[in-house]
């Protein structure tokens, strides 16, 4: 019987009331001295009260994911991935802040990773004239260091989607940003030995999403966009994930070669390096790349190496290279135009998920 199944759950309800009545019922009929009495009507509150609170504690790990399973409460197990707390995605809930932004924390099912995830809906999702009208995934992925709250301190988030929207440059998207480095670790978003995060991006967060948002089904409803070590991520994640995410846009990205100083080995560098993904790939995927001829955390030539390698394939790939700027958010702020635009050409825009009502 498993730690978190409903029928342990059930089980220790029923034990629960059997305690109780059974206590009721004895309490005047334990025969022997008074010592022996005493003794045993102790016992049997001491077993009223564990199996009352098993009950709470066992509700309070389904509800929350603290333990997945009797290794993981014992400290027996020898599972590949560290198991971190947190609610389980079908009871995440979603705290409300202003400008119409939502934030959660909840526990990955596959990754078995936690993390906070901030999402925007924009204006015309709660609008009844919407209300059967599914929405674009747009997913941000922040810099390292860095957080899902760096878009909203200092990238200028959600207000410049929408100024792009309101001046017909895109069309309206869901924001989502999940955090990148769940745990304090970066990994280049890349699954890794006892850390699964390609997993958490790319299964986990969209999980969540596809359960409390309407969105647009199928990859070409789903798009990344990044700066810095997210913009890496932006790069890699729809050529890894290509039935996932249709495009990404990476602001000046990490070089795209992989850093050996995240990922030291070698053969599990090149198969999460963008460079290296996209030689010869078949995958239906579009991806933009901008960075500045000053930037030197993330070099032109990065790009350059990248267009070569995706020569032959069937990737689409766009570029934009800054005359001066640095690696910094007023760089790029000013690629939001340029990169958001191209998104909404490669992503479906709102669709009804039914025909209206006649």
Same mark, same amino acid.
């Given at each position: 019987?498993?730690?978190?199944?409903?029928?342990?759950?059930?089980?220790?309800?029923?034990?629960?009331?059997?305690? $109780?009545?059974?206590?009721?019922?004895?309490?005047?009929?334990?025969?022997?001295?008074?010592?022996?009495?005493?003794?045993?009507?102790?016992?049997?509150?001491?077993?009223?009260?564990?199996?009352?609170?098993?009950?709470?504690?066992?509700?309070?790990?389904?509800?929350?994911?603290?333990?997945?399973?009797?290794? *993981?409460?014992?400290?027996?197990?020898?599972?590949?991935?560290?198991?971190?707390?947190?609610?389980?995605?079908?009871?995440?809930?979603?705290?409300?802040?202003?400008?119409?932004?939502?934030?959660?924390?909840?526990?990955?099912?596959?990754?078995?990773?936690?993390?906070? $995830?901030?999402?925007?809906?924009? /204006?015309?999702?709660?609008?009844?004239?919407?209300?059967?009208?599914?929405?674009?995934?747009?997913?941000?992925?922040?810099?390292?260091?860095?957080?899902?709250?760096?878009?909203?301190?200092?990238?200028?988030?959600?207000?410049?989607?929408?100024?792009?929207?309101?001046?017909?440059?895109?069309?309206?998207?869901?924001?989502?940003?999940?955090?990148?480095?769940?745990?304090?670790?970066?990994?280049?978003?890349? *699954?890794?030995?006892?850390?699964?995060?390609?997993?958490?991006?790319?299964? *986990?967060?969209?999980?969540?999403?596809?359960?409390?948002?309407?969105?647009?089904?199928?990859?070409?409803?789903?798009?990344?966009?990044?700066?810095?070590?997210?913009?890496?991520?932006?790069?890699?994640?729809?050529?890894?994930?290509?039935?996932?995410?249709?495009?990404?846009?990476?602001?000046?990205?990490?070089?795209?070669?992989?850093?050996?100083?995240?990922? /030291?080995?070698?053969?599990?560098?090149?198969?999460?390096?963008?460079?290296?993904?996209?030689?010869?790939?078949?995958?239906?995927?579009?991806?933009?790349?901008?960075?500045?001829?000053?930037?030197?955390?993330?070099?032109?030539?990065?790009?350059?190496?990248?267009?070569?390698?995706?020569?032959?394939?069937?990737?689409?790939?766009?570029?934009?290279?800054?005359?001066?700027?640095?690696?910094?958010?007023?760089?790029?702020?000013?690629?939001?135009?340029?990169?958001?635009?191209?998104?909404?050409?490669?992503?479906?825009?709102?669709?009804?998920?039914?025909?209206?009502?006649?």
């Amino acid at each position: 019987m498993t730690l978190t199944g409903t029928s342990f759950w059930v089980v220790l309800i029923a034990a629960t009331a059997v305690m $109780v009545i059974g206590t009721m019922l004895l309490w005047a009929k334990i025969p022997g001295p008074r010592l022996v009495r005493a003794a045993t009507r102790l016992i049997m509150i001491l077993l009223c009260q564990l199996t009352a609170i098993s009950v709470v504690a066992v509700w309070m790990n389904n509800s929350y994911g603290l333990y997945s399973s009797w290794d *993981d409460l014992l400290g027996t197990g020898n599972s590949n991935t560290i198991a971190m707390p947190g609610p389980p995605v079908a009871r995440a809930q979603f705290n409300r802040s202003g400008n119409r932004l939502l934030d959660t924390y909840f526990h990955g099912t596959h990754s078995k990773l936690s993390g906070q $995830v901030i999402v925007w809906t924009p /204006p015309q999702y709660d609008d009844p004239k919407y209300r059967d009208t599914r929405f674009p995934v747009l997913m941000l992925l922040h810099g390292v260091p860095g957080s899902p709250q760096s878009w909203l301190e200092h990238g200028g988030m959600p207000d410049a989607v929408q100024k792009l929207v309101d001046a017909h440059q895109a069309h309206p998207f869901i924001l989502a940003m999940p955090v990148i480095n769940p745990g304090g670790v970066d990994t280049n978003c890349s *699954d890794v030995p006892n850390r699964k995060v390609a997993t958490w991006l790319a299964s *986990d967060v969209p999980d969540l999403l596809q359960r409390k948002f309407r969105t647009v089904p199928g990859p070409k409803g789903w798009g990344v966009l990044g700066f810095s070590t997210g913009g890496y991520c932006a790069a890699k994640l729809p050529l890894q994930y290509p039935h996932v995410f249709g495009a990404g846009a990476a602001l000046d990205p990490d070089p795209l070669s992989g850093d050996p100083s995240v990922l /030291p080995d070698q053969g599990l560098r090149e198969r999460n390096s963008p460079t290296h993904l996209v030689a010869g790939s078949q995958a239906d995927v579009g991806i933009f790349l901008a960075t500045s001829a000053q930037d030197r955390d993330s070099p032109p030539s990065s790009i350059e190496q990248f267009v070569r390698a995706a020569q032959g394939s069937k990737v689409r790939v766009k570029t934009m290279l800054l005359a001066s700027g640095g690696h910094n958010y007023g760089t790029w702020i000013s690629e939001y135009p340029a990169a958001i635009g191209w998104l909404s050409q490669q992503l479906t825009p709102p669709q009804q998920s039914a025909p209206p009502k006649k």
